[in-house]
């Protein structure tokens, strides 16, 4: 009952109710008080069921969170159906509404008095999913849509089991990387018939942005959700994904803003939590990152997503990647099935200089996530560190053909065409990756092509085109500094940049801020091989650098090496 009342209420603009995510969480001895302040409430809702064979009753009162005074109280003795339930839920709903003094359009009175299902196991069914969905492991989101494919079966007109469906297929293709596979023709196909049973679903339009994005049509995902929203106001996930899509277009403070509501709707949501740490990560305020990501760990020790962001946020951000190690496993073991983290561990393994223990997390990976774009992706890091050109330029095509734009493929194989004198190929590849770049007049520099722009530079130089090369060079800088909230920050385009316009003390000292501020991540192709730095590579204050560097780095391995034979790390399990 508690449930069904807050998933109905959720759809009145004039209310805020907690998600039961949150609801969930809250110990039974919690009192009152403590109950309001933990999850940001007012009111508490409290109920207690009396069965006895075929009757029910059902008390239900409204109490003043802060101080415990009962505002409301009323008893419904009813005939125990699963038609009957819902009408006790309308009832309640519609009492405590009127006792809040909620103004209800005529558009929510009707979806006040909605019923989801007149088929009670089907309801269990959904409700179950949502629970296992809510868990956020490969395992779970499995069990999820069993559980939705069962409460479809037993009553296929069940608009939001549909719903979450659809959202579980997203998800589990999103833990798991499986790739897309089915994945759209899976979603398209459940949300269509939610918004067909239930065109006033806040809940299905917000399936439908997902959608709308993962088929790159921002305009029309940014449409659905603020529909969404309109329908549902309470509705978290959908404040949740929508700040996801506006982080993911540049719209960071926006996306973060978005993700605090849901957090407000949900306050003891893990995955709400770690999705705005996740938001402070991107936005460069590592600290406040960090700190929300052990507030989720607190909140739910058994989420393994949480680690997995804390060991990224040490190997990119923080310089300590034998900790980036440590955290990792910790998500590995808690969710043995997921992708992430094993990747993550290859990378980091090979920025520590362990190519063999790289390969042995590569591989675990794809044993999870068998999809052709990651087997081809790995490989061609593996071969390309251990030198093996060859091998590595014929992955990176196969990466090339899945994914044109892919940076990193296009500087590797970039890397070997400058080395045999082929300027006008790689300059001809960057052209069908990156046209603007080439054949605009005046060529925009985003978030999605900064990389790409300093690499062309390079490219661009040796076909004799120094102008156009300057001109991306200076436009990329300019607009490095403009998105900065720091504009004496670097990063490693800047040390890229200097670099390739012969700056070379500028270049140097930013590339010991960076170092010094806790740059670690894909250290290795850059200060090993990527001619973009062969001005200053040579240079006595480089290599000082470079070695100290390195020097800093086995340490870490050692220490990584020594925690694992101590049995100081979390042992890896099985993958069934």
Same mark, same amino acid.
């Given at each position: 009952?508690?449930?069904?009342?807050?998933?109905?209420?959720?759809?009145?603009?004039?209310?805020?109710?907690?998600?039961?995510?949150?609801?969930?969480?809250?110990?039974?001895g919690t009192s009152l008080p403590e109950m309001g302040l933990r999850l940001g409430a007012a009111y508490i809702l409290k109920g207690s069921v009396?069965?006895?064979?075929?009757?029910?009753?059902?008390?239900?009162?409204?109490?003043?969170?802060?101080?415990?005074?009962?505002?409301?109280?009323?008893?419904?003795?009813?005939?125990?159906?699963?038609?009957?339930?819902?009408?006790?839920?309308?009832?309640?709903s519609g009492a405590v509404t009127a006792e809040l003094r909620a103004v209800l359009s005529p558009a929510e009175r009707q979806r006040l008095l909605?019923?989801?299902?007149?088929?009670?196991?089907?309801?269990?069914?959904?409700?179950?999913?949502?629970?296992?969905?809510?868990?956020?492991?490969?395992?779970?989101?499995?069990?999820?849509?069993?559980?939705?494919?069962?409460?479809?079966?037993?009553?296929?007109?069940?608009?939001?089991?549909?719903?979450?469906?659809?959202?579980?297929?997203?998800?589990?293709?999103?833990?798991?990387?499986?790739?897309?596979?089915?994945?759209?023709?899976?979603?398209?196909?459940?949300?269509?018939?939610?918004?067909?049973?239930?065109?006033?679903?806040?809940?299905?339009?917000?399936? +439908? %942005?997902?959608?709308?994005?993962?088929? /790159? !049509? =921002?305009?029309? &995902? *940014?449409?659905?959700?603020? $529909?969404? #929203?309109? @329908?549902?106001?309470?509705?978290?996930?959908?404040?949740?994904?929508?700040?996801?899509?506006?982080?993911?277009?540049?719209?960071?403070?926006?996306?973060?803003?978005?993700?605090?509501?849901?957090?407000?709707?949900?306050?003891?949501?893990?995955?709400?939590?770690?999705?705005?740490?996740?938001?402070?990560?991107?936005?460069?305020?590592?600290?406040?990152?960090?700190?929300?990501?052990?507030?989720?760990?607190?909140?739910?020790?058994?989420?393994?997503?949480?680690?997995?962001?804390?060991?990224?946020?040490?190997?990119?951000?923080?310089?300590?990647?034998?900790?980036?190690?440590?955290?990792?496993?910790?998500?590995?073991?808690?969710?043995?099935?997921?992708?992430?983290?094993?990747?993550? +561990? %290859?990378?980091?393994?090979?920025?520590? /200089? !362990? =190519?063999?223990? &790289? *390969?042995?997390?590569?591989? $675990?990976? #794809?044993? @999870?996530?068998?999809?052709?774009?990651?087997?081809?992706?790995?490989?061609?890091?593996?071969?390309?560190?251990?030198?093996?050109?060859?091998?590595?330029?014929?992955?990176?095509?196969?990466?090339?053909?899945?994914?044109?734009?892919?940076?990193?493929?296009?500087?590797?194989?970039?890397?070997?065409?400058?080395?045999?004198?082929?300027?006008?190929?790689?300059?001809?590849?960057?052209?069908?990756?990156?046209?603007?770049?080439?054949?605009?007049?005046?060529?925009?520099?985003?978030?999605?092509?900064?990389?790409?722009?300093?690499?062309?530079?390079?490219?661009?130089?040796?076909?004799?085109?120094?102008?156009?090369?300057?001109?991306?060079?200076?436009?990329?800088?300019?607009?490095?500094?403009?998105?900065?909230?720091?504009?004496?920050?670097?990063?490693?385009?800047?040390?890229?940049?200097?670099?390739?316009?012969?700056?070379?003390?500028?270049?140097?000292?930013?590339?010991?801020?960076?170092?010094?501020?806790?740059?670690?991540?894909?250290?290795?192709?850059?200060?090993?091989?990527?001619?973009?730095?062969?001005?200053?590579?040579?240079?006595?204050?480089?290599?000082?650098?470079?070695?100290?560097?390195?020097?800093?780095m086995a340490a870490q391995l050692e220490r990584v090496r020594a925690m694992d034979a101590d049995g100081e790390l979390e042992p890896i399990p099985?993958?069934?």
């Amino acid at each position: 009952m508690r449930v069904d009342l807050q998933t109905q209420l959720q759809n009145l603009h004039d209310l805020k109710i907690i998600a039961r995510e949150s609801t969930d969480r809250i110990d039974q001895g919690t009192s009152l008080p403590e109950m309001g302040l933990r999850l940001g409430a007012a009111y508490i809702l409290k109920g207690s069921v009396e069965r006895v064979l075929d009757k029910v009753r059902i008390s239900v009162s409204l109490i003043d969170a802060e101080s415990e005074g009962r505002t409301w109280s009323s008893s419904f003795d009813r005939d125990l159906t699963a038609s009957n339930w819902f009408d006790i839920r309308d009832e309640i709903s519609g009492a405590v509404t009127a006792e809040l003094r909620a103004v209800l359009s005529p558009a929510e009175r009707q979806r006040l008095l909605a019923v989801p299902t007149d088929n009670w196991p089907a309801h269990q069914a959904y409700l179950r999913g949502t629970q296992r969905k809510a868990k956020r492991t490969v395992g779970s989101l499995k069990e999820a849509i069993g559980y939705f494919e069962q409460a479809i079966e037993l009553d296929p007109k069940h608009a939001l089991a549909y719903v979450g469906l659809a959202d579980s297929h997203y998800l589990h293709a999103l833990y798991a990387r499986t790739g897309d596979g089915e994945l759209s023709g899976n979603m398209e196909a459940a949300i269509a018939r939610a918004l067909e049973l239930n065109d006033q679903s806040g809940e299905a339009h917000t399936s +439908l %942005a997902n959608l709308q994005r993962l088929a /790159g !049509d =921002p305009a029309a &995902a *940014e449409k659905s959700f603020k $529909r969404a #929203l309109e @329908l549902n106001p309470n509705y978290a996930t959908a404040h949740q994904w929508y700040g996801s899509f506006l982080a993911s277009t540049g719209r960071g403070e926006e996306g973060l803003a978005q993700k605090r509501m849901a957090q407000v709707l949900s306050p003891l949501s893990a995955i709400i939590s770690h999705d705005v740490a996740m938001t402070l990560e991107n936005l460069g305020r590592d600290d406040e990152a960090l700190a929300q990501w052990l507030d989720v760990i607190e909140m739910d020790p058994a989420f393994p997503n949480p680690y997995e962001g804390i060991g990224r946020l040490y190997w990119e951000a923080l310089a300590r990647l034998d900790e980036a190690v440590v955290w990792n496993r910790k998500s590995v073991a808690l969710d043995p099935e997921q992708a992430s983290a094993p990747t993550w +561990l %290859a990378m980091i393994y090979l920025d520590l /200089g !362990d =190519p063999d223990r &790289a *390969e042995f997390w590569f591989r $675990r990976s #794809l044993e @999870l996530a068998p999809n052709p774009y990651w087997l081809n992706a790995s490989s061609e890091i593996l071969h390309y560190y251990r030198g093996e050109a060859a091998e590595a330029v014929k992955y990176g095509h196969e990466v090339l053909k899945m994914d044109p734009g892919s940076v990193y493929t296009l500087a590797q194989i970039r890397n070997q065409d400058l080395n045999a004198g082929r300027h006008t190929e790689a300059r001809a590849r960057y052209e069908r990756a990156y046209p603007e770049l080439l054949q605009d007049a005046e060529p925009t520099i985003d978030d999605s092509n900064t990389n790409a722009a300093v690499d062309l530079a390079l490219v661009l130089a040796g076909t004799g085109e120094q102008k156009r090369a300057d001109m991306l060079l200076d436009r990329t800088l300019a607009f490095l500094r403009a998105s900065r909230e720091k504009p004496d920050d670097h990063e490693i385009l800047d040390v890229l940049i200097y670099a390739l316009q012969d700056k070379d003390d500028k270049a140097i000292a930013a590339l010991k801020y960076i170092i010094d501020k806790g740059w670690r991540a894909q250290s290795w192709f850059y200060l090993e091989r990527d001619p973009n730095l062969d001005s200053i590579r040579d240079e006595p204050v480089f290599q000082a650098t470079l070695k100290e560097f390195k020097a800093g780095m086995a340490a870490q391995l050692e220490r990584v090496r020594a925690m694992d034979a101590d049995g100081e790390l979390e042992p890896i399990p099985d993958i069934d």
